[in-house]
């Protein structure tokens, strides 16, 4: 099934929501590379989800490798690392389409939104990278434990910002891969809205002790 499918890099899917979605896709039959700034984490990485009893191939590179070898490559770091991984391996990410799950967090306030001056990470992506890369912001609001946890229905909806129609349509895709519904909302500047939210939701989730909070687009016509 995999040979049908794009091959899937995530960088800096050593950590808690990359490595949800490697397992997502891979429990749904993609070939995942898991990308670490280490290789040999990466591999340690890939070979805890290879024992969880996922169908898609797994392997972990080192990020530079993961970027060259990954059809599509969806970057999972901290806000303050984007900018050091993506120049190091923008060269491997042109004519590709790059899936940026970046929130601009600055602790210690994560509660508060601080989006950057260039408008939103996303933005700052596309901006780094060039026309040459189609960039595409999703899985900002998903909770990296319901993700990982193989019972559990993520319960909620993806916002997927790009400024390529196509790119946002595989990313989509992907979304229904991972176990959820994506919706394309506009174009790369309106990743803004999708990363204020994540602030939004961490203060919902701390004040009302919900484990893991997402949200809905009501009022779609029904089947």
């Given at each position: 099934?995999?040979?049908s499918?794009?091959?899937l890099?995530?960088?800096?899917?050593?950590g808690?929501?990359?490595?949800?979605?490697a397992f997502r896709?891979?429990?749904a039959?993609y070939?995942?590379?898991?990308?670490?700034?280490?290789?040999d984490?990466?591999?340690e990485?890939?070979?805890?989800?290879?024992?969880?009893?996922?169908?898609g191939?797994?392997?972990?590179?080192a990020n530079?490798?993961a970027?060259a070898a990954?059809d599509?490559v969806?970057?999972?770091?901290?806000?303050?690392?984007?900018k050091?991984?993506?120049?190091a391996?923008r060269e491997?990410l042109q004519?590709?389409?790059?899936?940026d799950?970046?929130v601009?967090?600055?602790?210690p306030?994560?509660?508060?939104v601080q989006?950057p001056?260039?408008g939103s990470?996303g933005?700052?992506?596309?901006?780094?990278?060039?026309?040459?890369?189609?960039?595409v912001?999703?899985?900002?609001?998903?909770?990296?434990?319901?993700?990982?946890d193989?019972?559990?229905d993520?319960d909620?909806?993806?916002?997927?910002c790009?400024?390529?129609?196509?790119?946002?349509?595989?990313?989509?895709?992907?979304?229904?891969?991972?176990?959820?519904r994506g919706w394309?909302?506009?174009p790369?500047a309106?990743a803004a809205?999708?990363?204020?939210?994540?602030?939004?939701?961490i203060?919902?989730?701390?004040?009302?002790?919900?484990?893991?909070?997402?949200f809905?687009?009501t009022?779609q016509?029904?089947a």
């Amino acid at each position: 099934m995999s040979d049908s499918l794009p091959r899937l890099a995530i960088l800096g899917g050593s950590g808690d929501l990359g490595g949800g979605l490697a397992f997502r896709w891979a429990r749904a039959g993609y070939a995942v590379i898991i990308g670490s700034r280490s290789a040999d984490k990466a591999a340690e990485a890939a070979a805890a989800l290879q024992g969880r009893g996922v169908s898609g191939p797994l392997q972990g590179m080192a990020n530079e490798a993961a970027a060259a070898a990954g059809d599509i490559v969806v970057l999972t770091v901290p806000f303050a690392n984007q900018k050091p991984t993506l120049e190091a391996v923008r060269e491997s990410l042109q004519g590709k389409i790059l899936i940026d799950v970046t929130v601009p967090l600055v602790p210690p306030k994560v509660g508060a939104v601080q989006l950057p001056s260039e408008g939103s990470a996303g933005q700052i992506a596309q901006n780094l990278l060039g026309e040459g890369v189609r960039v595409v912001s999703a899985f900002q609001n998903v909770a990296a434990a319901h993700l990982e946890d193989p019972e559990h229905d993520p319960d909620c909806d993806v916002l997927v910002c790009g400024n390529d129609a196509d790119a946002c349509r595989q990313v989509v895709e992907l979304v229904a891969a991972a176990g959820m519904r994506g919706w394309h909302a506009g174009p790369i500047a309106n990743a803004a809205a999708a990363e204020a939210l994540t602030s939004v939701l961490i203060t919902l989730n701390r004040r009302y002790r919900i484990p893991g909070a997402g949200f809905r687009i009501t009022g779609q016509p029904q089947a």
